[in-house]
C-alpha cells in the first residue's frame, strides 16, 4: 500500500481532534497553521522537535503562523507531555491516525532497515486551507530551523 503525499496547493484534509486541554481543536480554528505530526509524546526526537518548535513559536508567530502537534498519542498523555515540557501551543490525539492518514503522515516506513507501518515524522503549513508547504521523513534536530528558512511566500 502505498502512502499518500500531499503537495503545494492541495485542499488540507479537515480535523478536529481531542486537545491536551479536553476540548477539541479544529483546522478551520486557524487560517494559518503549521501542523506537525510526530510518533510519540516524551520521547528523544519527539521531545528534542517539540522544544524546538515551543522556542521558536514567538518567530513563527511574527509571521502569522501557529503552531498544532499532532500524534497518536491519548490527551491524558498530551496534556503530561505539555506540562513536562513547558510546551506552548496545543498538542491533539489522532489515537485511530485517521487525519494522519489522510496527510499521508502514518503509513509504510524503514525504521533501522526494516519496513514497518508507523507515524511518518512530517509538517505541513496550511494557508487558508490550502497546503503551501509539506515536508515528509524530516528529521527532528534542527528541523524548525529548515522550516522557518523555506517558508513559502503567504502573502496570499
Sequence with gaps: MSNIQLGVGDTAPDFELPNDEGGTTKLSDYSRVLVYFYPKANTPGCTKEACDFRDSLGQLNELGID??????????????????????????????????????????????????????????????????????????????????????????
Design 67 to 156: 503552531v498544532v502537534g499532532i500524534s497518536p498519542d491519548k490527551p491524558e498523555k498530551l496534556a503530561e507531555f505539555k506540562k513536562d515540557h513547558d510546551l506552548n501551543f496545543p498538542l491533539l490525539s489522532d489515537v485511530d491516525k485517521k487525519v494522519m492518514e489522510a496527510y499521508g503522515a502514518f503509513g509504510e516506513k524503514n525504521n533501522y532497515g526494516k519496513k514497518v507501518q508507523g507515524v511518518i515524522r512530517s509538517t505541513f503549513i496550511v494557508n487558508n486551507g490550502a497546503i503551501a508547504m509539506a515536508q515528509y521523513n524530516v528529521k527532528a534536530t534542527g528541523h524548525v530551523a529548515r522550516v522557518v528558512r523555506d517558508l513559502p511566500d503567504l502573502e496570499s
